[in-house]
């Protein structure tokens, strides 16, 4: 069973870059069947896909963010990694991770992590 | 980019009603339409690809309708743990977008 588990900094200072981990149980990376995506969600403006990656590291950031927005990949730890910078407290949101597919789109989700912005 | 507007954005219902939430794209996004539950705190929930399949241990009072730009997510007999919000999700072009939300609350 395919699990997803968020990590990072709650409080972000605006004008810096967050980072946030996504661990992966349950399904190796190497083996390269999926995509990995970050996905946010802010109480006034919803759902939002913020990229995605497969295991090679290939991918695509959502156009609007893509000047801030680095997604990789270290299959050796089995994780996915977001950094998004500059923040402002728009950034301020619930992120989550999740398994993409063509097929299913987002079928796998962790629990997410919130994240604030505040100097 | 393609908008997906969802209705209503509050559903007061009780158990048992059978309810119906609709997605409607701005264009057609084929059948390239999923719907997602989300309960507070938690993370949205896979229940319907492709516009009308089941995702894998979702009951089968869920299901889904559809294709080009009207969509329709259908609860035969609502159930205490469906009380919830649902969304749509068109994945057609990149990156998709999301509905606003549908609230399912007690009437």
């Known amino acids: 069973q395919v699990q997803l588990q968020e990590s990072g900094p709650g409080l972000v200072r605006p004008s810096e870059t967050l980072s946030l981990t996504c661990t992966v149980s349950?399904?190796?990376?190497?083996?390269?069947?999926?995509?990995w995506a970050w996905i946010r969600q802010h109480p006034a403006k919803g759902l939002e896909l913020i990229g995605y990656?497969?295991?090679?590291?290939?991918?695509q950031s959502n156009p609007s963010l893509e000047s801030r927005v680095t997604i990789s990949v270290d299959t050796s730890q089995n994780q996915i990694s977001l950094r998004l910078g500059p923040v402002t407290v728009a950034d301020a949101a619930v992120y989550y991770c999740?398994?993409?597919?063509?097929?299913?789109?987002?079928?796998?989700w962790g629990p997410g992590t919130t994240v604030s912005v505040s100097s | 980019d393609i908008q997906v507007t969802q209705s209503p954005s509050i559903l007061p219902a009780s158990v048992g009603d059978r309810v119906a939430i609709t997605c409607r794209a701005s264009?057609?996004?084929?059948?390239?339409l999923a719907w997602f539950q989300q309960k507070p705190g938690k993370a949205p929930k896979l229940l319907i690809y492709?516009?009308?399949t089941l995702e894998t241990g979702v009951p089968s009072r869920f299901s889904g309708s559809g294709s080009g730009t009207q969509f329709t997510l259908t609860i035969s007999s609502l159930q205490a743990d469906d009380f919830a919000t649902y969304f749509c999700?068109?994945?057609?072009?990149?990156?998709?977008?999301f509905g606003q939300g549908t609230k399912v609350e007690h009437k």
């Open positions: 999740a398994r993409q597919s063509v097929l299913k789109t987002m079928d796998v």
């Open positions: 349950g399904a190796s990376l190497d083996a390269g069947h999926d995509y």
């Open positions: 990656t497969s295991h090679s590291g290939s991918g």
């Open positions: 264009e057609s996004v084929s059948d390239w």
């Open positions: 492709k516009a009308s």
């Open positions: 999700h068109q994945h057609s072009n990149y990156p998709g977008t």
